[in-house]
């Protein structure tokens, strides 16, 4: 019985003798045939049953033999198993030689040559007919399609290993970033639609070889897909544009041409259009490229994890990238990359990437290093529109750029817009065509980090700089980004270590250039760690306003040196507050350095730093010491607005003898705390000498100490030696 039987199917090296492919039909162990695409018997066979467009068959009865004694002489040459074929496959010294082996197929009506970069031959494809099928009397003639590929040796028959590649490459690579590029369904609409003028291209194998193809030579590009009138071309033309997005094309649109000829049959290609229009080339090209233009672009594909996670062989990454990406600054900035220009504050780093804007525009040097020319877009976020322009107008004239270099150059101003990092990467998939800019200047980095963004976080430095790859990703453009460096002396540290924030900041990005201070008055040293270049020699620039230029006459490693606080005070180059005790408690910073002075906590800080030449790390202690013990207390100014603090009861302060008013070194007694006083103790007015508490004051003044450091300790300890 038939359910009983075991089949199984055809391969490459048996196919089917009813339809000719090598799958999807199958051989049973009694010697029967199922072929799953024609009802049409084979030679020496006859129809048993049919479903759809296949059927069943068996050997006929007018062989020599019985059937069933033939039944399994056939099973036994069928294959038992379809397996993969580990042997080396044969190699020819032709492709024609190779396509010899096809002749079951029959003769050959067509063939198409691949070529790969270098114009030689990769691949050649050769085309053979099918039967025709007597249900579908008007339909068109079927064919199947037969490669062989070049190898080391000579050539196999099958495709290449790895990717294969697209048809008419030579000519695909030859035409400029942003072309738009033709993709049809196959070769000979290919042949069609290169006869009107364009720049064309298609995957072998038809609408189910788009897979299979090396997409990679689209990149930059701008796509158009010519479908069949079908389903399988709806599906052709989703998987490629897909597959053009991730290979980095520019734009992807999907053309149908029955919306030129309304009654195009089934399966109407443009060869059907043009063989409509009487061959009248000129025609059909201006009603296509109408079309063209009229038609949507396709949404770029959502990524997901899977699609982000899909290894490739080191074969075929080294064959999609056989290049870098093309320099934008050489020796410092490649397309789609994301760079760091750090330096401290009012240095003139906005300047600086101004005369970068203007050497792209005008393609001309900056730094010493050339730039390719291209257009620039400005997002700033420091300054006010009016000062913009005014900035704009300085480096046309210093640089002599004309109107029509400064054209390329967009520039908006996003100060006080409150826009970040993630919502300014939606504004630019929806305002900025892929392609439209080679650089993107961001102007400075602090302005459009997130609300909940630490910039000490490398968790939050990290998914910033994920946006900016985004961005560069998805507009085709580098990012450039201004950020401030870490407070302090810059000069002992690494080119990496240079930048306020997380130490992501520097490391996400594939050019980190940093600006420190030379020994000489208005020069810079210029470091750079980059990822795609060869190492960068330091150099030094000094200013020229509105810019900078070369100082090849410096010593790049001649920093600028921290001058430490010590040797500050001994050579009387800051004044030290006159009030300054030895001994620095809560009670006295509340009193001296809050005051009723009704600061927010950051003035109060910098004022212990700039009046008491305090760390803030111990300014910031002794006024939470203080608020602690409610020497001070904080009420904001109005809603959502920051506290304001002022010192609590400093009017009643008194000085112990010894102080000014007893002309020795004494200790600064505060009024009694609140909290004290809540607790029932006194205040005293006038304290005994410290002879007489010594064994008290000590271990006070040790409590108050505590968290002031080893120089704080030393003061106590040398008041409990006094005593």
């Not at 050339?370 to 480096?395: C, F, N, Q, W, Y």
């Not at 006295?588 to 002075?597: C, I, M, Q, Y």
Request: hydrophobic share 40%.
């Amino acid at each position: 019985m038939m359910h009983r039987r075991e089949w199984t199917e055809v391969n490459k090296r048996k196919l089917c003798p009813a339809c000719g492919h090598d799958h999807w039909c199958a051989w049973s162990r009694a010697g029967m045939l199922k072929c799953e695409r024609t009802n049409v018997p084979p030679g020496g066979m006859v129809l048993v049953s049919e479903k759809d467009n296949g059927g069943v068959f068996r050997w006929s009865d007018d062989r020599q033999g019985s059937p069933r004694r033939l039944a399994k002489k056939a099973a036994a040459k069928a294959p038992t198993k379809a397996k993969k074929d580990k042997q080396p496959r044969k190699v020819f010294p032709t492709p024609e030689a190779a396509a010899a082996r096809y002749r079951s197929c029959g003769k050959s009506t067509g063939q198409w040559d691949y070529l790969d970069a270098d114009g030689q031959l990769a691949m050649r494809v050769f085309r053979f007919p099918l039967p025709p099928d007597p249900a579908k009397p008007d339909a068109k003639p079927a064919k199947q399609f037969r490669p062989v590929s070049r190898v080391q040796r000579g050539w196999v028959l099958g495709d290449p290993e790895g990717p294969i590649l697209l048809n008419r490459l030579p000519e695909l690579l030859a035409a400029p970033e942003g072309s738009r590029v033709i993709v049809v369904e196959g070769e000979r609409k290919c042949d069609a639609a290169r006869a009107m003028g364009w720049v064309v291209t298609a995957s072998a194998h038809g609408s189910g070889g788009a897979a299979k193809s090396d997409w990679s030579p689209v990149r930059g590009q701008h796509v158009v897909i010519l479908i069949d009138r079908d389903e399988t071309g709806e599906k052709y033309g989703k998987a490629v544009a897909a597959l053009a997005y991730a290979a980095g094309a520019l734009s992807v649109r999907i053309v149908r041409l029955w919306e030129l000829w309304p009654e195009m049959p089934q399966t109407g290609d443009i060869v059907d259009l043009i063989e409509h229009r009487r061959n009248d080339l000129d025609v059909v090209r201006a009603q296509v490229e109408g079309l063209m233009d009229r038609a949507t672009e396709e949404p770029r594909p959502q990524l997901d994890d899977l699609a982000v996670f899909d290894p490739v062989s080191a074969v075929s990454l080294m064959r999609q990238h056989a290049e870098m990406r093309p320099p934008v600054i050489e020796g410092l900035l490649r397309q789609g990359e994301v760079a760091n220009i750090v330096a401290a504050p009012k240095i003139g780093k906005t300047w600086l990437v101004h005369s970068l804007a203007g050497a792209i525009v005008s393609g001309g040097q900056w730094l010493g290093k050339k730039a390719k020319k291209g257009s620039v877009l400005l997002i700033d976020g420091e300054l006010h529109p009016e000062t913009l322009a005014e900035r704009m107008r300085i480096i046309q004239r210093s640089a002599g750029l004309s109107d029509t270099d400064m054209a390329l150059l967009n520039v908006v101003s996003m100060r006080g817009q409150c826009v970040d990092v993630n919502r300014l990467g939606k504004l630019l998939n929806a305002k900025v065509s892929p392609g439209q800019y080679m650089v993107v200047i961001l102007d400075a980095l602090y302005r459009f980090l997130p609300g909940d963004c630490e910039e000490n976080s490398n968790e939050g430095m990290m998914r910033v700089y994920n946006a900016l790859d985004a961005i560069a990703r998805e507009i085709g453009a580098s990012v450039v980004v201004v950020h401030h460096s870490s407070k302090g002396s810059q000069s002992a540290k690494a080119v990496t270590d240079v930048g306020a924030g997380g130490g992501a900041q520097s490391r996400a990005a594939d050019t980190h250039m940093v600006l420190r201070d030379h020994e000489v008055d208005g020069a810079v040293v210029v470091d750079a760690a980059v990822r795609s270049f060869a190492p960068l020699k330091s150099f030094v620039v000094r200013s020229a306003a509105p810019g900078w230029e070369l100082a090849p006459d410096l010593d790049p490693k001649k920093l600028r040196k921290r001058v430490n606080s010590a040797s500050r005070a001994d050579n009387n180059e800051i004044a030290t507050h006159t009030s300054l005790p030895e001994t620095r408690t809560p009670e006295w910073f509340a009193r001296e350095v809050v005051g009723d002075l009704n600061l927010i906590k950051d003035a109060v800080i910098r004022r212990a730093k700039t009046t008491f030449s305090m760390k803030k790390s111990e300014a910031e202690t002794l006024l939470k010491c203080a608020k602690a013990d409610e020497l001070v207390s904080g009420v904001p100014a109005g809603l959502n607005q920051p506290l304001r603090y002022n010192a609590v009861g400093t009017t009643g302060s008194k000085v112990t003898p010894g102080g000014k008013e007893g002309g020795g070194r004494g200790v600064c007694v505060p009024p009694t705390p609140p909290r004290a006083q809540a607790r029932g103790v006194k205040g005293t007015e006038t304290p005994p000498p410290l002879s007489s508490q010594a064994s008290k004051s000590k271990t006070a003044e040790r409590r108050n100490v505590r968290l002031m450091g080893s120089s704080a300790v030393a003061a106590a300890d040398t008041l409990g030696g006094a005593a």
